[in-house]
């Protein structure tokens, strides 16, 4: 896929009454890596959201472009890849079913032979046969890690990508962010 870049134009967003984001400007170029920092509850989560097209800004635009042309909503979406809390995963399934499902959803046919590869590359390889319910918090993070690379998105957006991570994961996430194979976007909405 070639290169995106991402525009974020005057977005403003309110909850009952309560402004969250004000005017937000911002460009991600191919290579680069924009962090978004702030106190809970400053509304990094919900900006990656609307950069994502799960919600609707009440102000303002996000365009995905490729050169000066824009992407349409379906070349979007097969752009982003997303870790967020809010992933989840089927807890009767293994993290391999899982990932099958997500490639399934995603018209990847070829990866099933791709999700060793994956799931090794996050620290899951002795683990993805095992049900997501038997899963830590740790485990579920580096899953959804799997699913990036699975999806080898050009535009990662990363919400709390280090939560319930040890040292050995966390520094999986500084791997993959600084040499990413799938892509040269990465919002990161990490505390």
Same mark, same amino acid.
């Given at each position: 896929?070639?290169?995106?870049?991402v525009?974020?134009?005057?977005i403003?967003?309110?909850?009952?009454?309560?402004t969250?984001?004000h005017?937000?400007?911002?460009?991600?170029?191919p290579?680069e890596?924009?962090?978004?920092t702030?106190?809970?509850?400053?509304g990094?989560?919900?900006?990656?959201?609307i950069?994502a097209g799960?919600?609707r800004?009440?102000?303002g635009?996000?365009?995905?472009?490729?050169?000066? $042309? %824009? @992407?349409?909503?379906?070349?979007? +979406?097969r752009?982003i =890849?997303?870790? #967020?809390?809010?992933? /989840?995963w089927?807890?009767?399934?293994?993290?391999?079913?899982?990932?099958?499902f997500?490639?399934?959803?995603?018209?990847?046919?070829?990866?099933? $032979? %791709? @999700?060793?590869?994956y799931?090794? +590359?996050?620290?899951? =390889?002795?683990? #993805?046969?095992?049900? /997501?319910?038997?899963?830590?918090?740790?485990?579920?993070?580096?899953l959804r890690?799997?699913a990036?690379?699975?999806?080898?998105?050009?535009?990662w957006?990363?919400d709390e990508?280090?939560?319930n991570?040890?040292?050995? =994961?966390?520094?999986?996430v500084?791997?993959?962010?600084?040499?990413?194979?799938?892509?040269?976007?990465?919002f990161?909405?990490d505390?």
């Amino acid at each position: 896929m070639t290169s995106v870049y991402v525009d974020i134009e005057n977005i403003s967003r309110n909850f009952s009454g309560r402004t969250v984001l004000h005017n937000i400007n911002g460009q991600a170029s191919p290579g680069e890596c924009l962090v978004l920092t702030g106190r809970n509850g400053a509304g990094k989560s919900t900006l990656l959201k609307i950069v994502a097209g799960l919600l609707r800004p009440d102000a303002g635009m996000i365009r995905f472009r490729r050169g000066e $042309r %824009e @992407l349409d909503v379906e070349e979007r +979406r097969r752009c982003i =890849g997303m870790v #967020s809390p809010e992933v /989840v995963w089927y807890k009767n399934l293994s993290g391999r079913e899982n990932l099958r499902f997500v490639a399934r959803l995603r018209g990847r046919k070829d990866a099933a $032979r %791709e @999700l060793n590869t994956y799931l090794s +590359r996050v620290g899951l =390889g002795t683990d #993805s046969d095992r049900r /997501v319910g038997e899963y830590s918090t740790g485990m579920v993070q580096r899953l959804r890690f799997a699913a990036l690379l699975l999806l080898q998105a050009p535009v990662w957006l990363l919400d709390e990508p280090s939560a319930n991570l040890d040292l050995v =994961g966390k520094a999986m996430v500084e791997g993959l962010v600084d040499g990413s194979p799938a892509g040269p976007h990465h919002f990161n909405g990490d505390q």
